[in-house]
């Protein structure tokens, strides 16, 4: 079983920048995609940014090149770098990994961004 955690979410003034991170437990084979993803009470979870294990990016309408998702393999860990956040980048931002047919999720961290 993969277990995720999240950190790095906090309060941040519009224009800040803040850097996620999910660290993943457990044994598993090779990762399929790991990912970062958003949701605001009401609404539908959205895509922020994927990777897949070879390393293709794909990032979501509205990042339009504000972020950036990277991992570190040997610490199982991967990162979301937000720069000039906006007040509608507010929301619960959780990481998830598939591996085979196995998608977990993170429990979510809180990302605030103050006008």
């Known amino acids: 079983q993969v277990q995720l955690v999240e950190s790095g979410g906090d309060l941040v003034q519009s224009g800040g920048s803040l850097k996620l991170s999910c660290t993943a437990s457990?044994?598993?084979?090779?990762?399929?995609?790991m990912g970062w993803y958003r949701q605001n009470p009401g609404k539908q979870r959205e895509l922020v940014a994927t990777m897949t294990h070879t390393g293709s990016q794909n990032y979501g309408d509205f990042v339009k090149g504000r972020f950036t998702i990277s991992r570190d393999n040997a610490k199982k860990t991967w990162y979301l770098d937000m720069n000039s956040l906006k007040t509608d980048d507010t929301g619960v931002y959780y990481c998830?990994?598939?591996?085979?047919?196995?998608?977990?999720w993170g429990q979510g961290t809180q990302v605030t961004v103050s006008s």
């Open positions: 457990g044994t598993f084979s090779r990762v399929n995609t």
């Open positions: 998830n990994i598939r591996v085979g047919s196995f998608l977990g």
